[in-house]
Structures are given as structure tokens and as C-alpha cells.
């Protein structure tokens, strides 16, 4: 049996123990010890109502949250729907790294380098390399192998 009750069934729970204090809490005598402390049938009357106002308080904000909820889940997706088509109406009369764009948030467009740009690049690194007689990392490698293999070679020879 689960321990979670709902909200209903905790105010029907309550509004019968207050029914019920209400009807025998004269009984009870002026004072009714609970858990090594002693209360009023009002007292106990007023913790139990306090629970109906909680529980009552608790279901009209989760009512309340959900509407704002549905509310700025409509709002987003409207939002994301115009989104897009600023930006294009931005970019079409101001430019794509307009100072327009950037003012609304937009980021400016990164240029890819285009197959001659990275070849350059490449021929340029080469060329740094001649320069500096310096060895990329494949380079490197196969020198140390071929190092190696000189020196076994010289230490079988002897």
C-alpha cells in the first residue's frame, strides 16, 4: 500500500478528525496529552485546520504553477520562432557582421578557411621548417627509427 496519500484524501482524513474532536473532544477533558505534551481540543482543532489551509494553499499554487508553466512554454516557442527570422531580416538589410547583428545578441559569422588558405598554410609550415631545421612529429619519429637502426646496425657489425 503506498504512503503518499492525495491531497483529497488528506482533507477528508482531517475534516473527520475535526468532526470528530468537535464532537467528542468535551469527553477528552480541558487537556488531552500527546507525546509527553498537553493540548486543548481547540489547540488540536487549529493544527488540524492549519493542515486544510496548507494543503488547500499547496494545491491552489501547483494549479498556479502549472499555468505560468504552459504560459512560458508558449512564450519559448514563440520566441524561437521569431528568433530565426530576425536574424535573417538582420542580415539582410544590415549585413552579416553588421554592427546590427551584434547588437541583438547575434554572434559575428567565423569565415572557414577556404582549400587554398589551409594549402598555404601547410606549404607555409613546410617552408618554416626548412628555415629553422626543425622536424614535425611524423619527421621526428622516423628519425629516431632510423637512428636506432643505425646504431643495431653498428653494434652487430662489431
Not at 103 to 123: H, L, N, R
Amino acid at each position: 500500500m503506498s504512503t503518499n496519500k492525495s491531497i483529497a484524501n488528506v482533507l477528508a482524513m482531517v475534516a473527520q478528525r475535526i468532526a470528530g474532536l468537535q464532537k467528542w473532544g468535551a469527553q477528552l477533558g480541558p487537556q488531552v496529552p500527546i507525546e509527553g505534551q498537553t493540548y486543548t481540543v481547540d489547540q488540536l482543532v487549529a493544527i488540524y485546520t492549519a493542515t486544510i489551509t496548507d494543503r488547500t494553499n499547496i494545491a491552489s499554487a501547483k494549479a498556479a504553477l502549472l499555468v505560468l508553466l504552459a504560459t512560458a512554454d508558449r512564450d519559448n516557442a514563440l520566441r524561437a520562432a521569431v528568433d530565426g527570422g530576425l536574424k535573417a531580416a538582420l542580415i539582410g538589410k544590415f549585413g552579416s557582421n553588421s554592427q546590427a547583428v551584434l547588437d541583438c545578441g547575434y554572434v559575428k559569422a567565423v569565415k572557414k578557411p577556404t582549400v587554398e588558405a589551409k594549402a598555404s598554410a601547410v606549404a607555409q609550415a613546410a617552408e618554416t621548417r626548412k628555415l629553422f631545421h626543425s622536424m614535425g612529429k611524423a619527421q621526428r619519429k622516423a628519425a629516431k627509427k632510423a637512428a636506432a637502426q643505425a646504431a643495431a646496425g653498428k653494434a652487430s657489425a662489431k
